[in-house]
């Protein structure tokens, strides 16, 4: 089934969510204006459906492979890779001075969209260069980012993210890959690199000449757990003096991952100084290395927020496709008994639309969140914070509603969803993934009870609320859901046990990322209302904002007496009792 991009409810999202005319008053992207933004969505939209989408499908069934240490991908990804690049999509939002095109973040985000939508396996590629780009920006020397800031800006060469280790997953500060400091010779001040790295996106392939690895490590002397972490920028070849590719690095793929889904994105576990010979260079200072990767990390896990947003779209153009041409019974209580398209019958709507409302919603506040990300980046009061608390809700929410819509497109198609021939299960498989890496999205939930919740002893989150209630007054069901999250944020921070906040993290998460997504869909309704026209849109915004807020925000609503509940219950079994379930 082919993508067709959402162009115009990408436009609207970046109009009234990002707030992208506001920012266009800033000397910074002044010469933004609204046909630049709509060509540039087009642009993107129609890139994505000819170059990325019609490998989606192949990359599924091949995959990557691994062949005499060299990792494979099906005909068609370096061709498309190729163009991708060429075109300049990659440096969107990356600085001028490193020849990108110095666009607001939330249009890199456009980007990262579309690319996902067409092939999320793929999108995977450009997503962690972003972030890698973003890392090596703000924490390295002037020498590394002469050397390597155009080219992952161009994306020339891609970037990953390494972290994880056998036997340290979430818990980076486990972690054994050692990092030595060569004292004398021509390498002196670098570092010899030795470990071992798993789950590691795109670790290794030849779409591209070179790939910049970003690696977590330990120096001999740091301290224990993750603060004594170092960040290493390690290529798989060595840069030479002219900035070309030179000698290979001592760092090599061993192995691919057999996954569920993205079975073209390869996943790779990672050796370093096998033969003593990896050399790296410090990002940062010693010891900082976490501070530099939670850079990587923010970033990335807005992109992986996107997924979610990429997923369901796919999901829904497929299901609302089959449900328009399977013809099968007649409708209940119609005259005419012959039989119609699904698409008429009572349930089948039922999750076309919910499938819709929670594909909007999350794709409102993906842009709001990238637009809150830009104003902190022009050091507007308030909105750094304020994205920082949307980031986890964007993660662990937007991911969640990826998977809910890929299982209700498996169930419009009946049993055929369940055939893979038909596609809608690659939705599914791939729609898995999001909720755990970057941080599951427990960890996500943690992260906005423990960390985000204090931000100015609670004033940050509580004025998000208060701005949705003082919004909602004429919509009661989303007015009440944001009185309700401003609530229990009080009583998370002045009343409730560490175990009670971490208990009802996840319902809490829920609450308050779908009480701001209402409320950015309800601006997005009103928004399209206001132009009085009778196209699509405006037909159908309003229809599918009520349907969110009649359906959804009531079960988010729901959840509070989850909130609420003792964590004593989750400890009421004892570990050998609970293990015996």
Not at 97 to 116: I, K, R, T, Y
Not at 216 to 238: C, M, Q, Y
Not at 396 to 414: K, M, N, P, R, Y
Request: proline share 5%; glycine share 10%.
């Amino acid at each position: 089934m082919s993508y067709s991009p959402r162009t115009a409810d990408q436009c609207l999202a970046l109009r009234i969510n990002a707030g992208i005319e506001e920012l266009s008053c800033h000397e910074r992207f002044a010469a933004l204006t609204p046909d630049i933004v709509e060509a540039f969505v087009e642009g993107i939209g129609t890139f994505a459906a000819e170059e990325f989408a019609p490998l989606n499908r192949i990359g599924d069934i091949e995959g990557a492979s691994l062949a005499d240490g060299k990792v494979q991908l099906p005909p068609g990804f370096a061709e498309a890779y190729r163009s991708y690049v060429s075109a300049g999509w990659n440096g969107a939002s990356a600085g001028i001075d490193h020849g990108g095109q110095g666009l607001p973040f939330a249009l890199s985000c456009c980007v990262l969209e579309n690319l996902g939508t067409a092939n999320m396996a793929f999108s995977l590629l450009p997503m962690l260069t972003l972030g890698a780009l973003d890392a090596v920006d703000r924490h390295g020397s002037d020498e590394l980012k002469n050397l390597y800031l155009a080219k992952l800006a161009s994306g020339e060469w891609p970037g990953t993210m390494n972290l994880t280790e056998p036997q340290a997953g979430s818990d980076v500060g486990a972690l054994r890959t050692r990092a030595i400091k060569i004292e004398q010779g021509d390498d002196k001040g670098r570092y010899l690199i030795s470990g071992t790295k798993i789950f590691i996106t795109w670790g290794d392939h030849e779409l591209a000449d070179n790939i910049v690895h970003l690696v977590l490590a330990r120096t001999p002397d740091a301290p224990e757990g993750s603060k004594g972490i170092s960040l290493f920028l390690v290529p798989k070849f060595h840069v030479t003096a002219d900035g070309s590719p030179g000698v290979r690095n001592d760092v090599r793929t061993v192995g691919l991952e057999h996954k569920l889904g993205i079975h073209a994105s390869p996943t790779c576990v990672m050796s370093y100084g096998d033969d003593g010979r990896c050399i790296g260079d410090i990002v940062g200072r010693e010891n900082e290395g976490l501070k530099a990767m939670f850079t990587m990390m923010n970033s990335a896990r807005i992109s992986v927020g996107n997924q979610g947003v990429q997923i369901a779209e796919r999901a829904l153009q497929q299901a609302l496709s089959y449900a328009s041409d399977r013809i099968q019974s007649p409708r209940a209580g119609a005259a005419d008994r012959a039989p119609v398209a699904i698409i008429e019958h009572p349930d089948v709507r039922r999750m076309l639309l919910r499938m819709r409302a929670l594909t909007e919603a999350a794709r409102a506040l993906l842009y709001y969140t990238a637009g809150q990300i830009d104003r902190g980046g022009l050091d507007i009061p308030g909105a750094q914070q304020r994205a920082e608390v949307l980031v986890p809700m964007l993660k662990a929410w937007g991911t969640d509603i990826g998977f809910e819509v890929a299982s209700l497109g498996v169930q419009v198609h009946g049993g055929m969803g369940f055939i893979e021939e038909t596609g809608a299960a690659q939705h599914l498989r791939d729609a898995r993934i999001p909720p755990i890496y970057e941080g599951t999205n427990g960890i996500q939930a943690a992260d906005l009870v423990t960390r985000k919740l204090g931000f100015a002893n609670g004033a940050v989150i509580a004025q998000l609320f208060d701005d949705i209630i003082a919004d909602s007054a004429d919509t009661p069901p989303l007015r009440d859901l944001a009185r309700a999250c401003r609530e229990l944020s009080c009583w998370l921070i002045a009343e409730a046990s560490l175990d009670d906040r971490l208990g009802g993290s996840v319902p809490f998460l829920t609450m308050c990322a779908v009480a701001v997504a209402g409320w950015q869909l309800l601006k997005q309704a009103r928004a399209v209302g206001a132009l009085g026209d009778a196209g699509p849109a405006a037909l159908s915004k309003p229809v599918i904002s009520r349907f969110f807020i009649e359906h959804i925000v009531p079960e988010a609503g729901g959840l509070a007496a989850q909130v609420r509940s003792s964590s004593a219950l989750l400890y009421a079994l004892d570990r050998e009792t609970l293990a015996a379930l």
